[in-house]
């Protein structure tokens, strides 16, 4: 069975510091990741997808991540982080096909301090 | 341009009400979901529509009946509202070849 992790329930980071957001998963065949971000009280918004290929992937709003798989990680980052980063932040995985029945983790909630 | 929308954005109805939330894209995706997040955000797969045929059916109480009548659009009833159904419900829609999906704004149900 499929499963993802997300160890860290809450992350307060300084506007401007660096974030690292933890995915951990389990998939027996080659997994599909995804990370969204939802802002409270709206809908869940896709920051950046793997499928295959290069192991660091570039999403939206200054968001990378990379997959790792001796590891079953996917780990999310950005450099600098802004108060409208704000949010909660979901890992899923998948498995890219018709029906793909995304599994997501917890969730880490960001916090940004002034 | 809205991409995936639901309606109601809220609903708030009695114990054993019968209530259906609607959802359409425009994105010109050929799947469609249903999920629902707790009051704890954990997020989990109800339904999914290939087509407009049901392919994904979780293990949810029989109440809940998805409807698509056609590709645009899958819409849940809910028969014979219960506390515990009080969650945000999302639609999503994917396209091909990876099925990266695409989410709507959510329904909050509040069942009293």
């Known amino acids: 069975a499929q499963s993802v992790t997300q160890p860290d329930i809450h992350i307060t980071v300084s506007e401007g510091a660096s974030l690292e957001l933890r995915c951990n998963y389990s998939y027996g065949a080659t997994p599909y990741l995804f990370w969204y971000v939802q802002s409270p009280g709206q809908g869940l918004q896709l920051l950046l997808k793997y499928f295959s290929g290069d192991t660091l992937v570039q999403g939206i709003k200054g968001f990378e991540a990379e997959f790792k798989r001796s590891q079953s990680s996917f780990n999310l980052r950005k450099p600098s982080v802004h108060w409208s980063d704000a949010a909660e932040y979901f890992c899923a995985v998948g498995a890219g096909t018709a029906g793909n029945k995304l599994t997501f983790g917890g969730g880490t909630r960001v916090l940004v301090k002034p | 341009d809205t991409a995936v929308s639901q309606t109601p954005k809220y609903l708030v109805t009695q114990m054993g009400n019968d209530k259906s939330i609607k959802c359409e894209q425009n994105l010109g995706h050929d799947t469609m979901y249903w999920y629902k997040q707790d009051s704890k955000k954990f997020l989990k797969i109800m339904f999914s529509?290939?087509?407009?045929?049901?392919?994904i059916n979780e293990t949810v109480p029989n109440r809940f009946s998805p409807k698509s009548p056609d590709k645009a659009h899958l819409n849940l009833h809910i028969n014979s509202l219960e506390l515990g159904d009080s969650a945000v419900y999302f639609c999503?829609?994917?396209?091909?070849?990876?099925?990266?999906?695409?989410f709507g704004p959510g329904t909050r149900l509040t069942v009293t």
């Open positions: 999503a829609s994917s396209p091909p070849p990876h099925y990266e999906q695409y």
């Open positions: 529509y290939n087509n407009k045929e049901l392919i």
